[in-house]
């Protein structure tokens, strides 16, 4: 009988990690990348602004 409490605990480790598997694996619905693609570009255009606006030292000789 102990042979068997031995088997039944790897036997529920794998149903655990079988569980946890098919939850971590599901479907979520995402927002998408518009939210982080936008913010991306307003970043990337903010870079872009500042750039032309500062002179460096060597422009200045």
């Known amino acids: 009988m102990a042979a068997l409490a031995w088997l039944l605990i790897p036997f529920m480790a794998a149903i655990g990690a079988g569980l946890w598997g098919s939850w971590a694996g599901r479907n979520r ?18 870079m872009e602004r500042s750039d032309t606006r500062e002179k460096s030292p060597s422009d200045a000789v």
Request: proline letters at 0%; charged letters at 35%; aromatic letters at 12%.
């Open 29 to 46: 619905k995402a927002a998408g990348d518009g939210v982080e693609l936008a913010g991306y570009t307003r970043f990337r255009e903010a």
